[in-house]
Structures are given as C-alpha cells and as structure tokens.
C-alpha cells in the first residue's frame, strides 16, 4: 500500500510540473494540468500556492530563472517583470517569500521601463500588511520614486489602512530588518571606512534616508 501510495505521489509531482524530453537548460516554463505556461503566468495563476511554485522552480526551470535576473513580458504590456514583482502585483504573498528565500529573488526594483511600481508599492496599494512588513525587512526602500516620483512611502500616506500607515509614519519599521540584512550592510560600510564605529553610525544614518 506504502508503494503504492509513494508511486502515486511521483507520478502526481511530475504531472504537475514537467518538461519536454527536448527542453533546453534555458526554458522558462512549466506543465501544470496539462497545460504549459511561462514562469510569469504560473505566478500569476498558481502564486497563492507556494507548493506550485515550488514544483516549477525546483523541476520546471534552472533556479536563476527564479532569481532577480529573469524577467518576463508575461502579460504583454511592453514591461518585464522579474517573478518576485508578478507575484507582488498579484498580491502572492506566499509565492513572493518562497522565491526570495530560495530562489534569491529579489525585492526592490521596478520593471524594464521605470513607469511602474516596485514590490513595497504594490503591497502598500493591494493593503497586504504582512507583505509590506515582509519587504521591508529584505531592505526594500520606501522612499524610490518612480517616473511620476511617487514613493511606496508616499503610497502609504495616501492608504486607508491605518496598519499600513502607522508602519511609515512610526519611523519604526527600520526595526523590521533582518538582522543578516544589518549584518551584510555594517560589513560592506566597514569595507569602506574601516572602522566599525564609523559603520554603525552610517548604518542608522542609512535607516534615516530609508525613512
């Protein structure tokens, strides 16, 4: 029965995420149902489920097609879109988290064209608190604008939820940093002025302009 059940779960897994037999190491797409999508689209359509993504990431594509690097007209608008961003977008929090924290995607850039919104400024418009508090402690800024110079943090101010605005207007979300993200950050400072004093005092400096 235990056999059984194990072949039943192989097949399933390779049902929902499969590749040609003449895929290439540079293919971006993924068999889900029977259907084949692109990266972007399986964000876009399967990013409430980590599991999905998961699967495409780990049996679908290379994982540097998940990373910060790959980006994607998904939606043919004329913008590329890195995986993390789609998932942004379409409010995939749990889609967002997997591919930043095994994927090194990353959190804080705009599309192809800069007339867009970055990942903060689309958890701040969708209202998603936990993203919002998530992105930030990846280092994602709060004070880029784009084309239209809006900031996330400008965004914010306009919100309605109150849980949102008090993140920016508390001037208390630098605390939400990882402390690996700190880490990394005293330790590029200290590569430039060789002195761990002067880094940690450019590091709150650093929090300050975030705000």
Not at 65 to 72: I, K, R, S
Not at 73 to 82: I, M, R, T
Not at 90 to 105: D, I, K, T, W
Request: aromatic share 10%; proline share 1%; charged share 25%.
């Amino acid at each position: 029965m235990k056999k059984s059940m194990l072949s039943l779960a192989v097949i399933f897994i390779f049902t929902l995420c499969a590749l040609p037999s003449n895929a290439g190491p540079y293919d971006n797409t993924c068999k889900i149902n029977g259907v084949r999508y692109t990266m972007g689209r399986v964000i876009e359509k399967f990013g409430q489920s980590a599991k999905a993504i998961k699967g495409c990431c780990v049996c679908g594509t290379r994982e540097s097609l998940c990373g910060w690097a790959y980006t994607e007209d998904y939606d043919g608008s004329g913008l590329y879109y890195s995986l993390t961003l789609i998932a942004a977008k379409h409010n995939h929090f749990q889609a967002l988290r997997y591919l930043v924290e095994s994927c090194r995607g990353g959190v804080d850039h705009f599309p192809s064209k800069e007339d867009n919104y970055t990942h903060l400024m689309y958890a701040v418009k969708n209202g998603n608190v936990e993203m919002v508090k998530y992105l930030l402690s990846k280092g994602a800024s709060a004070t880029r604008k784009n084309k239209y110079g809006e900031s996330a943090k400008d965004m914010a101010a306009k919100s309605r939820n109150q849980e949102i605005v008090n993140i920016f207007k508390n001037n208390s979300y630098s605390d939400l940093m990882d402390l690996k993200y700190k880490q990394e950050i005293i330790k590029m400072l200290k590569i430039h002025n060789q002195d761990k004093e002067k880094a940690l005092a450019d590091l709150g400096l650093h929090f300050d302009n975030l705000i």
